[in-house]
């Protein structure tokens, strides 16, 4: 009987095709929030309350943030959504506080609903600039995985030659 051992392969993951990815996966997430922001401007509304507004995270002030939880019932069903805004993302500790001022416990509150999945809810509808971080980052990221692979394509000519 003889044993055969097969030689691993190993999968090598070009690092710069990861930053790549990643730049388009940060854009896509963002025009996913700016596209479902947009839409919620076209929802009905209902009452709702907040239930739970305070800060949450690390001890760091850069690292708390805002933690809002508001409740609204329709149907008769009641429903809990933390969402106040597709767009709107808290990347600072001001920020945070900010958000707790206009939304503190036990406040009536306006709710924007999905109609085809009432689960589905924010608070604002408006399209913050807040999120306009997340274009430049996907941006600078991609830019650098582009600029990346030219550079690896360059060196491998170069090594051919």
């Given at each position: 009987?003889?044993?055969q051992s097969e030689e691993k392969k190993k999968v090598v993951v070009n690092p710069v095709v990861l930053v790549l990815i990643a730049g388009i996966i940060l854009g896509g997430y963002g025009f996913w929030n700016v596209y479902w922001?947009?839409?919620s401007k076209s929802w009905p509304t209902t009452?709702?309350?907040i239930i739970d507004s305070r800060i949450?995270?690390?001890t760091r002030i850069i690292g708390r943030k805002a933690f809002i939880k508001y409740e609204y019932f329709l149907d008769g069903e009641c429903y809990v959504s933390p969402l106040v805004s597709y767009t709107w993302k808290c990347v600072d500790y001001q920020g945070s506080i900010d958000i707790l001022r206009e939304y503190p416990k036990d406040t009536?509150?306006?709710v924007y609903y999905n109609p085809a999945n009432h689960d589905n809810?924010?608070?604002k509808t408006e399209i913050s600039g807040r999120i306009s971080w997340l274009f430049a980052?996907?941006?600078l990221t991609i830019l650098i995985g582009l600029r990346g692979i030219q550079w690896q394509r360059k060196k491998r000519n170069e090594n051919l030659e």
């Open positions: 009987m003889q044993i922001g947009y839409e009452q709702g309350v949450a995270g690390s009536l509150v306006t809810a924010v608070l980052f996907s941006f």
